[in-house]
């Protein structure tokens, strides 16, 4: 099944976003670090014309580092970009990006002339988490619906810099389905609206072709799996997630893979790399959903997004 998740305001909200980027000297673009494409919106770009963009790597202590060296690489071959790998919970991290908004617009940020900044990112990548960091206090969740907000919340850092965190947050594109997995595998979509054990399979089979020795350490398996069902298994059983009668529960295996993925238990891992979205684009351009992406087997069965 193809998802097509389209709300019927996302026209007002990239509307509300390119008018309040209009007002602002830096965006900030939140992006996952472990997918900066899936997690990234790109009609962001189009708006953001030639304002200057900080592309903030968020949760980069749960991504692969070598992956996101390759990735800043990439964003600052771009014109007005730099990238900046963060993990949003850490104050000495959060100053790197208040050093990094003064250097780019030097001549914002005195008194009368404050260094307008925008938050922008779909849900999920950190954007509240960076916020209460840079603002040193627990601030208002920035909403999950796009541009359900209508009155832009300003926070003065006092140190010339003022912050707007509305009307940025967007949401994800799900025309490419290997994207949509990658978002559901990661945690950016709730586990309501997609089938677990697809998505488990997916991680699974992914996890096997790229962090193979990752997945022998933290499940002590002498042999590797050959494929994604026997991989499940293996950790299902290691996790005593069993049925009665000792069989495994392929759900729970599915559910306690992923949890562990997404914590970092499994180590540092990236869900893709930039040639790796060049070629998947080629194989898959924008308007051509497959039935069946690779590398699955197996359809998608997400749900739309309860709006
Ligand atoms: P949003 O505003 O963009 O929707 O995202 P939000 O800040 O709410 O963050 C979403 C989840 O990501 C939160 O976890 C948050 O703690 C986590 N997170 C944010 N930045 C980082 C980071 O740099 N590293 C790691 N490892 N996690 C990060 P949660 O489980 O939903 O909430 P909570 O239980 O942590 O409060």
Redesign the pocket.
Known sequence: MTIRWYPGHMDKAIEKIAEAIRRTDVVIE?LDARLPSSSSNHLLEKVRRHKPCIKIL?????ADPIVTKAWVRNFEAEAGVKALP?????LSDAKKLIKLCQQIVPHRGKPGWPLRVMVC????????????TLAGRSMA??G?KPAITTCAQQIDLRNGIVLSDTPGVLWPVMDDQVGAYRLAASGAIGSGAFDVATVGLFAAEYMLRRYPEALALRYRLEELPEDPHALLEAVGRRLGCLMAGGAIDHNRAAEAFLRELRA?KVGRISFEEPEQVVADTEAHPAGDSPQEPTPLTTPMRLKPHKQ
Do not use: C, E, H
């Not at 963060?86 to 850490?90: F, G, T």
């Not at 990112?121 to 209460?132: A, E």
């Open positions: 939140v968020n949760k980069n202590d749960l963060l993990s949003a919970k850490q990112g779909i849900p999920n990548v950190g954007k509240s988490t960076l916020i209460n969740k920035v999950d970092g």
